[in-house]
């Protein structure tokens, strides 16, 4: 619209969509500082069951929290027994790898990572190995994969696309071990 020589803009009311805050999982690494109180200042990374070991506090549990989350804690815990009013800051300095690996008839079989914070489709993984070979077999893949502490084998088709036939959507997570086998003669 021109109103006397000036465009204006009409506005849309497109919902804007925040992106999901980074959750800590083990192997993240974290540095914890407190304002004024450099003996209390911590670089260290998640163990398995999701704590940290931090100065005066001890093993606290951040596993899950946000970063933002885990600074509360961190703060409350200093203040409840040490600290008045501690200033804290809480840092994400090192994500955690999510290695999956690509095996059989790809251009390059290796270990590769799931992107953080974003979904990986069997069809994607495959394609970050340099596709299937000459000899490989779309419909010949296999994923394992531990759930639950149990080995789970998965049969796929990456040409498949309907909703049932999980080709193109079949998501990788962190650990799975994708074989694409060779076509028969």
């Known amino acids: 619209m021109v109103l006397a020589g000036v465009v204006v803009q009409a506005q849309t009311n497109t919902p804007v969509t925040a992106e999901k805050p980074h959750a800590l999982v083990p192997n993240d690494v974290v540095e914890v500082k407190v304002y004024r109180q ?15 070991t931090l100065p005066l506090l001890g093993s606290v549990k951040l596993g899950g929290l946000t970063a933002e989350e885990a600074r509360v804690v961190v703060r409350d815990l200093l203040a409840q027994d040490y600290l008045v009013n501690p200033q804290v800051t809480l840092t ?3 994500y955690a790898k999510n290695p999956f690996t690509v095996l059989g008839e790809v251009q390059r079989p290796g270990a590769y990572e799931v992107p953080a914070e974003q979904a990986l489709s069997l069809r994607q993984a495959i394609a970050l190995a340099g596709g299937t070979t000459r000899s490989g077999a779309p419909g010949a893949v296999v994923v394992q994969r531990l759930e639950q502490g149990r080995k789970k084998t998965y049969r796929l088709d990456i040409n498949a696309t309907g909703p049932d036939e999980k080709g193109d959507s079949f998501q990788i997570q962190p650990g799975d071990l994708i074989t694409v086998g060779e076509k028969a003669d």
């Open 92 to 94: 994400i300095v090192e």
């Open 38 to 52: 450099p003996d209390l200042e911590t670089r260290a990374r998640l163990a398995a069951d999701g704590t940290v």
